[in-house]
């Protein structure tokens, strides 16, 4: 006799925890995405763990049915990073926010994208701190005013898809709160991916950055906003599909599709020389349009892969061990 398992739905990974966002916040658009991927990904619960530093997008744990830690801030990516080393048979998924992961989290973040860690994390950029109430965070804006930068930010900010370059991340990629079909296409090919997965997630905070994001979402300007970043495609956009971005010498340049020789459009390829999607990610918003989708997904093998290909050839090599044995090796002396 045997039974089947019914495949799982959206509605199996929502917990039964109150979402306590403030009303019309990005993360509520972000959760149902992520729940709806979940489904899709046929996983059993039990085989998921979602890992969050502190802010409010690291409330997300809760609202997950799935395994779950709210850890510390700025330290998610060292247990994520412990917890998929432990049981490599586990998807970790580590949720965090500009200020967790690019202020007091920065060093943990850098070392688990060049590790290459096979953990997927989800950055939640709204530009603020949103849960201690609006101070500017390492990706405001120059000039952002803010309750500790009343006069204007000075602090030049960091470029998220830029230092997940730079780490050496082997998957990196954007999108938006509520994009929702782009998403999920996003979160699916970063699940598929084996290694350090990072996605950038633009997310407004309607209380303390409301329109952040706006030049990227509003329907009737977005197209001509976004360039969507396809393996394969040509990077033509704008709402009449009349636009297109050409390499002039080592600066993307944006022409009129009827002015260009379609050969000379970029062709993207997310295997290619990061130096492409490096130069992209810095296009300056508003004067050139801002890149979505894939910056780079090249295999290589991952870290905690390679660390348990390691303990299987000492194994083999010295046997199972012995902690006792470990503990009376070499010199000892006794203390009196």
Same mark, same amino acid.
């Given at each position: 006799?045997?039974?089947?398992t019914a495949p799982l739905k959206k509605k199996d990974f929502k917990s039964d925890q109150d979402v306590r966002w403030c009303p019309g916040c990005g993360?509520?658009?972000?959760?149902?995405?992520? *729940?709806?991927?979940?489904?899709?990904?046929?996983?059993?619960?039990?085989?998921?763990?979602?890992?969050?530093?502190?802010?409010?997008?690291?409330?997300?744990?809760?609202?997950?049915?799935?395994?779950?830690?709210?850890?510390?801030?700025?330290?998610?990516?060292?247990?994520?990073?412990?917890?998929?080393?432990?049981?490599?048979?586990?998807?970790? +998924?580590?949720?965090?926010?500009?200020?967790?992961?690019?202020?007091?989290?920065?060093?943990?973040l850098i070392h688990a994208l060049r590790r290459r860690v096979n953990i997927k994390i989800l950055m939640f950029n709204n530009r603020i701190y949103g849960?201690?109430?609006? *101070?500017?965070?390492?990706?405001?804006?120059?000039?952002?005013?803010?309750?500790?930068?009343?006069?204007?930010?000075?602090?030049?900010?960091?470029?998220?898809?830029?230092?997940?370059?730079?780490?050496?991340?082997?998957?990196?990629?954007?999108?938006?709160?509520?994009?929702?079909?782009?998403?999920?296409?996003?979160?699916?090919?970063?699940?598929?991916?084996?290694?350090?997965?990072?996605?950038?997630?633009?997310?407004?905070?309607?209380?303390?950055?409301?329109?952040?994001?706006?030049?990227?979402?509003?329907?009737?300007?977005?197209?001509?906003?976004?360039?969507?970043?396809?393996?394969? *495609?040509?990077?033509?956009?704008?709402?009449?599909?009349?636009?297109?971005? $050409?390499?002039?010498?080592?600066?993307?340049?944006?022409?009129?599709?009827?002015?260009?020789?379609?050969?000379? $459009?970029?062709? +993207?390829?997310?295997?290619?020389?990061?130096?492409?999607?490096?130069?992209?990610?810095?296009?300056?918003?508003g004067k050139m349009p801002t890149p979505i989708g894939i910056f780079r997904n090249t295999k290589r093998q991952s870290f905690d892969k390679g660390i348990?290909?390691?303990?299987?050839?000492?194994?083999?090599?010295?046997?199972?061990?012995?902690?006792?044995?470990?503990?009376?090796?070499?010199?000892? +002396?006794?203390?009196?």
């Amino acid at each position: 006799m045997t039974t089947e398992t019914a495949p799982l739905k959206k509605k199996d990974f929502k917990s039964d925890q109150d979402v306590r966002w403030c009303p019309g916040c990005g993360d509520y658009a972000i959760l149902n995405s992520i *729940q709806s991927v979940m489904a899709k990904l046929g996983r059993k619960k039990e085989d998921v763990v979602f890992v969050s530093g502190i802010g409010c997008s690291s409330r997300f744990p809760y609202y997950m049915e799935t395994y779950g830690f709210h850890t510390i801030h700025g330290r998610a990516p060292a247990i994520a990073s412990g917890v998929k080393i432990a049981n490599p048979d586990l998807d970790v +998924w580590l949720v965090t926010g500009d200020g967790d992961a690019m202020s007091i989290g920065g060093n943990h973040l850098i070392h688990a994208l060049r590790r290459r860690v096979n953990i997927k994390i989800l950055m939640f950029n709204n530009r603020i701190y949103g849960l201690t109430k609006g *101070q500017y965070s390492p990706t405001s804006p120059l000039g952002k005013v803010t309750k500790t930068s009343p006069m204007g930010s000075l602090d030049t900010p960091f470029n998220p898809i830029h230092l997940a370059l730079a780490s050496k991340a082997s998957f990196v990629a954007r999108s938006i709160d509520v994009m929702g079909p782009h998403l999920q296409d996003v979160l699916l090919q970063a699940a598929a991916h084996e290694g350090s997965a990072y996605i950038e997630i633009f997310q407004n905070c309607n209380i303390f950055n409301d329109g952040a994001f706006a030049h990227l979402t509003e329907r009737d300007i977005r197209d001509d906003q976004l360039v969507d970043l396809q393996h394969g *495609q040509k990077l033509i956009f704008g709402k009449e599909k009349d636009k297109a971005i $050409v390499m002039d010498g080592f600066n993307p340049k944006v022409m009129n599709l009827a002015d260009v020789d379609e050969a000379d $459009v970029l062709t +993207w390829d997310v295997d290619a020389n990061p130096a492409i999607p490096y130069l992209l990610a810095g296009n300056e918003e508003g004067k050139m349009p801002t890149p979505i989708g894939i910056f780079r997904n090249t295999k290589r093998q991952s870290f905690d892969k390679g660390i348990h290909e390691q303990i299987k050839q000492a194994k083999e090599k010295h046997g199972e061990g012995d902690l006792k044995s470990l503990i009376y090796a070499g010199d000892l +002396w006794e203390v009196k």
